[in-house]
Antibody, heavy 120, light 112 residues
């Protein structure tokens, strides 16, 4: 059974950095074809893709946020970390990590999400 | 404004069939077969229904199907049931430059 779980702060002050951890089980990010992505969803709005990291270490970013985003993995701990610097109220959203199926572009398994609020 | 366009809402009666469209461009839907569809209930994470345009995800009912024509993708739900009432999002790989994966704005499906 594949599970993913996001963890991190629920409240972050403007200009601070946000660090979220995705801890997963049921698959290995060192296995060929495995990928993990981060998606966020502002309240009442559509999902927005943030970043993706592949089994071979390749990283892909939403270039609108590229200068503020960093994705990394710790294969031995089954974790993927997303860092977002200089947050503002526009970063308020539920952040999800998800497993991408077979190197494609579909998120097959999702975490429950974590609501992060940046107050104005 | 989302890169992919979906109707804000659709509705139908139990037992009917409904189709939700998702319109993009040659840089995404029209150029690649990486269209996916998701169902999301309030307060829950999205759930994958369709991947690579037409393939049903594991455990998804055969009453759910996907297709594509040109720059538009379609999600069809046959035999509507009350549990189909949810938000639906399409997603696609894109070569537009700043993004690699884009979503539609979402469609609220109401079962009358």
């Amino acid at each position: 059974q594949i599970t993913l779980r996001e963890s991190g702060p629920a409240l972050v002050k403007p200009t601070q950095a946000l660090t979220l951890t995705c801890t997963f089980s049921g698959f290995s990010l060192s296995s060929s074809g495995m990928c993990v992505t981060w998606v966020r969803q502002p309240p009442g709005k559509a999902p927005e893709w943030l970043a993706r990291i592949d089994w071979d270490g390749d990283k892909y970013y939403n270039k609108f946020l590229k200068t503020r985003l960093t994705i990394s993995k710790d294969t031995s701990r089954n974790q993927v970390v997303l860092a977002l610097t200089n947050v503002d109220p526009g970063d308020t959203a539920t952040y999800y990590c998800a497993r991408i199926r077979a190197s494609g572009w579909a998120a097959e398994d999702w975490g429950q999400g974590i609501l992060v609020t940046v107050p104005s | 404004q989302s890169a992919l366009t979906q109707p804000a809402s659709v509705s139908g009666s139990p037992g009917q069939s409904l189709t939700i469209y998702c319109t993009g461009s040659t840089s995404d839907i029209g150029g690649y077969n990486y269209v996916s569809w998701y169902r999301q209930y309030p307060g829950e994470a999205p759930k994958l229904l369709i991947y690579d345009v037409t393939n049903r995800a594991s455990g998804v009912s055969h009453l759910v199907s996907g297709s594509k024509s040109g720059n538009t993708a379609f999600l069809t739900i046959s035999g509507l049931q009350s549990e189909d009432e949810a938000d639906y999002y399409c997603g696609s790989y894109t070569s537009s430059g700043n993004l690699l994966w884009v979503f539609g704005g979402g469609t609220k499906l109401t079962v009358l």
